[in-house]
């Protein structure tokens, strides 16, 4: 699987928005981009993922590159809730292959 | 949106005792359930692919012996750590992937296994 680079950790104010980049510039064409996020003893759960276009749920946003080689995502209003550690994971969509994590950015959010 | 339910949430054991740990799909059938391991201020690392109805597929370094993995039913698979020791102590997380095509991964919320 290509492998994604994200800084380790990242602090922001509360209610500003939060700019998580990262990484993945041996991505190939059918690899989709996934974030997750797992809040403290807590399992990971799913944020947002794309593949080409910049996408938007109610959680985030993702902006992905002209070339795909990285990835931003974006929390519009960070809250003390959001403090997490957040994963962003290249899948094949292909198969049942489990996620392979990396070391992920610790979101620190400051009130 | 699907939900995998994992118990318990913490365990205290004593060392050379057994522990199981559950995950149950709530309202979709997972015919694969993957398992990971966390160490405190580290990444989830996989463990074990569970597939129903046939033999776990176990990653490198990890003891098929000690961490036994059964998956009956299309709900249901168990991770048993077999002969606990102080080491094996971990926060435990089952998943299943949702669906076909490019959906998300569901992540129960992880077991704390503490072995005295």
């Known amino acids: 699987d290509a492998k994604t680079t994200q800084p380790n950790s990242m602090e922001s104010n509360e209610e500003e928005p939060v700019h998580l980049p990262c990484n993945h510039s041996t991505i190939s064409g059918t690899d989709y981009i996934h974030w997750y996020r797992q809040l403290p003893s807590q399992g990971p759960e799913y944020v947002i993922h794309g593949l080409t276009s910049n996408v938007n749920n109610r959680m985030a946003s993702l902006a992905i590159a002209e070339d795909r080689k990285s990835s931003t995502l974006i929390l519009h209003r960070a809250t003390l809730r959001d403090a997490a550690v957040y994963y962003c994971?290249?899948?094949?969509?292909?198969?049942?292959?489990?996620?392979?994590f990396g070391k992920g950015t610790r979101l620190s959010v400051i009130a | 949106g699907a939900v995998v339910s994992q118990h318990p949430s913490r365990v205290i054991c004593k060392s050379g005792t057994s522990v199981k740990i559950e995950c149950r799909s709530l309202?979709?059938?997972?015919?694969?359930m993957f398992w990971y391991r966390q160490f405190p201020k580290q990444s989830l690392m996989l463990m074990a692919t569970s597939n129903e109805g046939s033999k776990a597929t176990y990653e490198q370094g990890v003891e098929k012996d000690k961490f036994l993995i059964n998956h009956a039913s299309l709900t249901l698979s168990t991770l048993t750590v077999t002969s606990a020791h102080p080491e094996d102590s971990s926060f435990y997380i089952c998943s299943a992937r949702v669906g076909t095509g490019n959906y998300g991964y569901t992540f129960g919320s992880g077991t704390r296994l503490t072995v005295v």
């Open positions: 994971i290249l899948i094949r969509n292909s198969g049942n292959t489990p996620l392979v």
């Open positions: 309202d979709f059938q997972a015919t694969t």
